[in-house]
């Protein structure tokens, strides 16, 4: 059973206005806290408490950053959905560990106390084959087969051989025939095609 004193509290240090007697804002006792002793959710309802949205994403974000600090593993996403299901996404040079996964699990159970906020927390690293969406991401992955999908609909199977400074632009080598004036017969040589990440679709590392 939650504890309701540290509940308001919590509530009333994240959402100050919460305690005043103007607060005329939304209130609600969500499904998940249908176990709550009648009183205390009246009193929740007396105090026009909004508890729609429990986890603090901010906090858990400077959580997360702060625990893989010095490390080599960085963030990829983190979700929080409506009903505080929390998905938090890790990767690294070296790959993610189930140890490195339990270690930043416990940080956060650590600071997001679970007698007060009602939540499910996954800590996992990105799959291989798993879309980028981070910087950190293109760059670790130069000299990796990848699998791009343009806006425009081209389909590029190639090596990823080098990342612009800003991560705006990437170039990728792309086998091909190359027919040469006075040759004979074709040759199959890597032809470089510079991307721009504005026009990136999807880019992942290509396993096939």
């Known amino acids: 059973m939650l504890n309701f004193a540290a509940l308001y509290e919590t509530l009333k240090r994240r959402r100050p206005e919460a305690s005043s007697s103007s607060f005329d804002g939304p209130w609600s006792c969500e499904a998940r806290y249908c176990y709550l002793p009648t009183a205390e959710c009246e009193a929740m309802a007396a105090n026009k408490i ?16 702060e625990a893989i600090a010095g490390t080599d593993i960085f963030l990829v996403n983190i979700t929080v ?39 499910e927390l996954t800590v ?19 000299g990796n087969p990848v699998d791009v999908l343009t806006r ?38 890597d032809v470089p095609h510079e991307i721009l990440r504005s026009n990136i679709k999807t880019i992942a590392r290509d396993i096939d």
């Open 152 to 189: 425009d609909g081209r389909r590029i199977h190639g090596t990823l051989v080098a990342v612009s400074e800003d991560c705006q632009a990437v170039t990728v080598t792309v086998p091909t025939k190359v027919r040469h004036e006075g040759a004979k017969r074709p040759v199959i040589e």
């Open 50 to 65: 909004d508890i729609n949205y429990m986890l603090d994403k901010e906090l858990l974000r400077n959580t997360v950053e």
């Open 81 to 119: 959905s409506a009903d505080n299901i929390v998905d938090v996404t890790i990767d690294s040079h070296e790959g993610i560990d189930i140890d490195q996964c339990t270690a930043l699990s416990r940080r956060i159970t650590e600071v997001f106390d679970r007698d007060v906020e009602d939540y």
């Open 124 to 142: 996992g690293s990105a799959g291989v084959t798993a879309p980028w969406s981070v910087d950190a991401q293109y760059r670790m992955n130069v």
